[in-house]
């Protein structure tokens, strides 16, 4: 389980959070047009990278927080265990190589 | 088989006999035995039969991971015999096999083992898919495993956390080394062993090797700050090193399993032996070299009487000697380091009776040993992102990379002396002691309540540790012949050449197409040569093929153990001991056990139509709310508006989420200056205190409010019905005349000698009702004393289920009963409660869209069945009729005690919303019944009289 | 007025002279008082959030950044209470009746923490006078530690609804220790 670093209990079980969602800021609901105030409600940017997103330290000291974790990763800016993590999971991991014509080798 | 006399090695306590039963037959093994070593020791060599073929099968690696060493145990299945420890009394049987082990039925499928090839099943019994469920039926017959009986009783598992510095995976020489190496350095380190002594792999070795485990266990043991784990596994690594541990030994659970927070792992599982591939390679007699020292130096048990012994290492040696010192006539040695080989194991169903070797000669043996190698089990580093390396010269994989809280000792990290790996496991200890303290350093640093210290400066202290060297060994995967190559799964080398000739030639592909490494020894055993073999089908090397990525568990855990001891929370009233003497029927919503009702819900609702009732409605979601800018945050949440609620005034809201969708509702009093109590419903408690946070924290951090959750200070009571005032005024100073205290208005004052109860005039039952909040610890109290009081007046209490008649009568709808995620405000019939001249309120972009044009919207509509008998069930659907084109659904149904008739609200298209439109409900008997569309939500009093008195 | 009735209700075999006791002390008063930290009152209070203080007969934690407890006899804390200053924006809630408290003493006690709790307990991370907020037995509670002489010992703060259910789990928690309740 990953530890996400409240800034105020300090590193915490992130069964203790609860994500949010990615930050965006919120557009004036006035003067929004109905495009606008749902790509705020459902678009999300996904980037495989960094990401800066909302949490709520929901049994902890009950605060919102925001924080930029790399997806790749999920090493937080300024993570508090520097060297804990290593690069992200190479895509070809699961499935480490092309398929070959077994004809042609025999 | 048979035991030998005693030997200076042994683990085994022959002052201590333990009777036990093999197939109903009795037989006595010793303290310390395993079921299998006891079962060998009495002359058993066929311990199991194979899964598909039913080949019989003896012990291949006498431990955890053999896969022939399934048995069931009294109610226990698949209990692993090379591991777990007699006890006296056991019944032991084997498993998969009838009528007996000896004679076997099933075996027939070896004769026919030609059709059950590769695949054999997904091609078989594809088609048609309507007989699915009868193969279903055949093949259970046909399926492996032990059996389960329902009846046994459960057994206590438990869970615990912990947050050693280091946790050392491995209780071999390399693992005590690490522990004791970073104990040294002040680190509280957790040692976990699988099996059930520390020591690995020295255990069977020399009486040096033994003499230095039995010293490093001591110091490991007696260090104060080691917690020595035997008979437990790190099953898993994840995230931040979070560990996994099954814990098999505690005294008192069955199974424990154990989070434990490690700031360093240190990975030291050794290696495990590898099988070789040949013709013949499973007939019993054909052992590893590791099992056949395990047997002679542990348990004392003779494997066999004539040996032929193919060895390609220190370890194939060793076991020559100790067969030699058995007195098993050791007849050949074949030295595969210098060509030697063997081709195939001949002999009848029981055992091996002649080995074929390279060269052509042929030896009568009943017992043929292999030591060609080594598979590395990887896979805490796996999970920790590494991916290992097969290095030919040493013939197995090297881990590549690994996070710098994660070190490797031992086998995994390469070969040496016994003073090699200890010297470079004490090291890999001191390092992982300091990388901990350099952890341990961060978290404190970072965690306000700790002790104050500094963060520590910079990364994590460098390894500089002299890596071990690796040994040449040769590459032995398979011989000239096809042989077995995954045991548990009945997959040889056969089947995997011909489906990479279909074309799974993938090993990720052909795994999941042959089954090979998917068995219960989860490629412990036959990943390397399931890769190998894959290699010479596609000719390419073991490094072009790669391997397949290992998972958790690293050994099974039982479901027992992953669910530990069970936290369930319930969430209890204080007047719930009060309902359980009554015999009140509980239902349990959300968390909470509630009343559903006390008997009769039907007579609950006349009493409080007819006299007066009191229901226990506590788990209203209750928020009190401070500070000069709460009206503003109720704007915020509400949708209506809040800044003219006087002092004394009650109102209710709606709240939307900012897709518009009903979020909660209910009612907010001003009870003082800046001072407010928000009830929510009940399961909305929750969600509604940190939506308020939300908004206050971030969106309007300059409010001045402070929220703060009391729904269990107060105990809820509401006396409802056309007497209710008659019965409060007998227990409160507060005055109940209609002109002083009307409805929508809160009082606060003393009910029944309690002081700093809140009283409100809400009517969600239709009837004149007072909605008491009193300070939890005096609930039970008050509410003895209302029935007491009002016994005259026929006061009774009335449970869920009447209330939820009563407010079905009056229309009210419930959110997430009458609305679902779809649903927004303008369903439900409220429009005039969406006020967009606010400035903002959460919802109001979606909402200004909806009203703009809310035909599409369905609306929610009071319905009428034209039989007034007749109940249609929740979630009836409601069609166009004469079509199956959905119009919409019954949400709530009940039957009217008051107006004798069934009531319903649903929702429908706003097409056929109109008053007096008549429905189609699809019944779910599929019978249709017709139903009309009532002018008013409420079927009972719509003008609210009864509750304005 | 009616006597104080506790969420629990069960009764339990005394076991007072137990090496390692869980006590219901629901009964002591508790008031919550919420201020900005800038406000007066967080100086008079006096601790800042993760940690507490024994004053005027009272245990003063702080449960969140904004957030206190007052924690004694219900004279003692309504006389520290009312002393806090008001200045600016500061709310006092009384909370005796909302939440549910529980006292756990002796050598095991954090022991028997780690069995329902993924915090920890180690001394350098939660000294005696430390303050969390955390799920217990998927109960979130208010935990402070506050060692009796040199028993180690710590007041658990919950939910007065689930006051019953977390009990149990905590003496089902504690039971391999054998733990015991003590009045």
């Known amino acids: 389980m990953m530890l996400v670093p409240c800034p105020n209990c300090g590193p915490r079980n992130s069964s203790d959070l609860r994500y949010v969602g990615e930050s965006h800021s919120r557009p004036n609901p006035n003067t929004a047009t109905p495009e606008e105030w749902r790509t705020y409600l459902y678009m999300e940017d996904n980037p495989a990278g960094p990401l800066k997103e909302t949490w709520y330290c929901r049994s902890g000291c009950r605060q919102y927080f925001t924080a930029v974790r790399n997806t790749s990763t999920n090493e937080f800016e300024n993570h508090p265990l520097p060297g804990a993590k290593i690069g992200s999971v190479d895509p070809s991991f699961h499935y480490v190589s092309e398929s070959k014509s077994v004809e042609g080798n025999q | 088989m048979i035991r030998l006399p005693q030997q200076s090695s042994e683990v085994i306590d022959r002052g201590a006999p333990l009777r036990f039963t093999w197939n109903d037959k009795p037989v006595t093994g010793f303290a310390g035995d395993t079921i299998a070593s006891a079962i060998a020791a009495s002359g058993t060599r066929i311990f199991a039969r194979s899964m598909k073929y039913h080949r019989p099968r003896g012990l291949l690696t006498a431990d955890f991971w053999d896969p022939n060493g399934f048995v069931q145990v009294g109610d226990d299945p698949n209990v692993r015999a090379g591991h777990r420890l007699l006890e ?23 004769v026919v083992g030609r059709f059950l090839t590769a695949g054999f ?54 693992g005590m080394a690490a522990a004791l190496g970073a104990a040294l350095e002040g680190a509280r380190v957790m040692l976990v062993e699988h099996n059930h002594h520390l020591g690995g792999h020295l255990l ?146 029981k055992s091996v009776e002649e080995v074929e070797l390279g060269d052509g000669r042929k030896i009568e043996a009943d017992l043929l040993i292999t030591a060609v190698g080594w598979t590395a089990p990887t896979s805490l580093l796996n999970l920790a992102g590494d991916r290992p390396e097969y290095d030919p010269v040493a013939a197995r994989f090297f881990s590549s990379k690994v996070p710098d809280n994660i070190l490797v000792a031992g086998g995994l990290a390469g070969d040496g002396s016994l003073d090699e790996l200890l010297i470079h496991g004490t090291a890999t200890g001191e390092l992982a002691a300091r990388r901990a303290s350099h952890v341990a350093a961060t978290l404190q640093s970072l965690t306000p309540r700790a002790e104050s210290i500094a963060a520590p400066a910079g990364d994590m202290p460098a390894d500089n540790r002299n890596p071990l060297a690796r040994d040449n060994h040769p590459e032995l995967h398979r011989s000239t012949t096809h042989g077995i190559v995954d045991y548990s799964e009945d997959v040889g080398s056969k089947d995997l050449f011909a489906a990479a000739k279909e074309g799974y030639d993938s090993v990720e592909l052909i795994k999941r197409f042959t089954t090979a490494t998917m068995g219960p020894a989860q490629g412990k055993l036959e990943t390397v040569n399931t890769v190998a073999v894959l290699a010479e089908a596609r000719g390419e090397t073991i490094s072009e093929v790669g391997t397949t990525v290992w998972r958790p568990p690293y050994a099974p855990v039982t479901l027992g153990a992953l669910g530990g001891r069970i936290f369930e929370p319930v969430r209890v009233s204080s007047i719930q001991p009060w309902h359980e003497a009554q015999r009140a029927k509980p239902i349990l919503a959300g968390q909470w056990i509630r009343p559903e009702h006390y008997g009769n819900p039907a007579a609950e609702v006349r009493n409080v139509r007819e006299n007066v009732g009191l229901i226990d409605v506590s788990p209203l979601g209750k928020l009190d709310l401070r500070g000069p800018d709460v009206p503003k945050l109720l704007e915020q949440l509400y949708t209506n508006k809040w800044q003219k609620l006087p002092v004394g005034g009650v109102r209710y809201g709606v709240m939307c989420a900012e897709d518009g969708i009903v979020m909660d509702d209910g009612v907010t009093a001003h009870l003082g200056d800046d001072h407010y109590l928000m009830t929510t419903t009940s399961s909305g408690a929750a969600r509604v205190w940190e939506w308020a946070e939300n908004w206050l924290q971030t969106e309007h951090p300059d409010w001045k409010v402070h929220v703060t959750p009391v729904t269990t200070a107060f105990t809820s009571i509401n006396v409802a019905g056309p007497k209710s005032r008659q019965l409060v005024s007998r227990l409160t100073d507060v005055d109940l005349t209609p002109d002083s205290f009307g409805y929508m208005q809160v009082r606060q004052g003393t009910v029944a000698g309690v002081d700093d109860c809140i009283m409100w005039r809400i009517g969600f039952t239709g009837e004149l009702s007072y909605e008491i909040h009193v300070p939890s610890g005096h609930g039970l109290h008050v509410w003895e004393q209302l029935l007491a009081e009002g016994d005259d007046l026929g006061v009774k209490p009335f449970g869920l289920e009447a209330q939820r008649i009563m407010r079905l009568e009056k229309g009210h709808f419930i959110v997430g009963q009458d609305t679902d995620g779809l649903t927004k405000m303008p369903t439900v019939g409220l429009n005039g409660l969406i006020k967009l001249d606010k400035d903002d309120f959460a919802g109001k972009a979606e909402l200004s869209y909806a009203l703009a044009d809310d035909s599409g919207l369905p609306k929610l509509v009071a319905i009428q069945t034209a039989d007034p008998s007749i109940v249609p069930e929740e979630a009836s659907q409601i069609v166009r009729a004469g079509t199956n084109e959905i119009l919409g659904r019954i949400t709530s149904s009940r039957m009217s005690p008051t107006l004798k008739r069934s009531i319903c609200l649903g929702q429908v298209a706003s097409e056929a919303a109109a008053p007096g439109t008549t429905l189609t409900v699809v019944m779910t008997t599929g019978e249709r019944i017709t139903a009309k569309v009532m002018e008013h939500h409420a079927h009972f009093d719509p003008e609210g009289e009864r509750l304005r008195v | ?153 710590y007041f658990i703060m919950s939910d007065r609804s689930s006051g019953q259910y977390l009990f149990d789990a905590i003496l089902d928690a504690g039971d391999e220790f054998n733990m015991g309740v003590a009045p």
């Not at chain 3, 600016?88 to 909370?95: A, M, N, P």
């Open chain 2, 121 to 174: 099943y997904y091609k078989t019994f594809m088609k048609p898919a309507s007989l699915w469920p009868t193969y279903e039926k055949v093949l259970a017959q046909f399926a492996p495993g032990g059996k389960v009986d329902l009846s046994s009783p459960p057994r206590y598992h438990d869970k615990r956390y912990a947050h050693p510095d280091v946790v050392v995976a491995g209780g071999g020489p390399a």
């Open chain 2, 88 to 110: 006296n009394g056991m019944d032991v049987s084997a498993q998969n096999v009838w009528p007996s082990l000896d004679y076997d039925i099933k075996a027939a499928n070896g």
């Open chain 2, 204 to 349: 069977w070795g020399t009486d040096e090797d033994r003499a230095a485990a039995a010293t490093l266990a001591e110091q490991c043991e007696a260090a104060e700050n080691i917690e020595v784990l035997l008979n437990s596994t790190v099953t898993g690594r994840y995230e931040d090193n979070w560990c996994a541990i099954a814990q098999r030994s505690h005294d008192k659970a069955v199974e424990r399993l154990i989070k434990a927070r490690a700031k360093t792992l240190v990975v030291a599982p050794g290696l495990i032996e590898r099988p070789y591939v040949f013709a013949g390679n499973d007939k019993p007699g054909v052992m590893l070299a590791g099992a056949a020292r395990r047997l002679i130096n542990m348990y004392s048990v003779k494997p066999g009487e004539r040996a032929v012994v193919l060895t390609a290492n220190a370890e194939g040696d060793q076991a020559v000697d100790a067969l030699e010192r058995a007195g098993v006539d050791v007849v050949a040695v074949v030295d595969a380091r210098t060509g030697g080989n063997v081709i195939a194991a001949h002999g009848g169903a």
């Open chain 3, 1 to 153: 007025m009616s006597d104080f009735a506790s969420s629990v209700t069960k009764t339990y075999p005394e076991a007072a002279d137990a090496a390692l006791t869980l006590t219901d002390v629901s009964a002591t008063a508790k008031t919550l008082i919420r201020a900005d930290i800038t406000a007066a009152a967080a100086q008079d209070l006096g601790v800042a959030f993760g940690a507490s203080r024994v004053v005027d007969g009272t245990l003063v934690a702080a449960t969140r950044p904004t957030e206190w407890v007052v924690l004694g006899p219900e004279p003692q804390v309504a006389a520290y209470v009312a002393a806090v200053s008001d200045a600016g924006h500061v709310s006092k809630v009384d909370f005796t009746h909302g939440r549910a408290l529980f006292r756990i003493t002796g050598a095991d006690a954090a022991k028997v923490l780690e069995k329902v709790c993924s915090i920890d307990w180690a001394d350098n991370m939660m000294p005696d006078g430390a303050v969390v907020s955390a799920s217990l037995a998927k109960v979130t509670c208010d935990i402070i530690r506050n060692d009796v002489g040199d028993a180690r010992s």
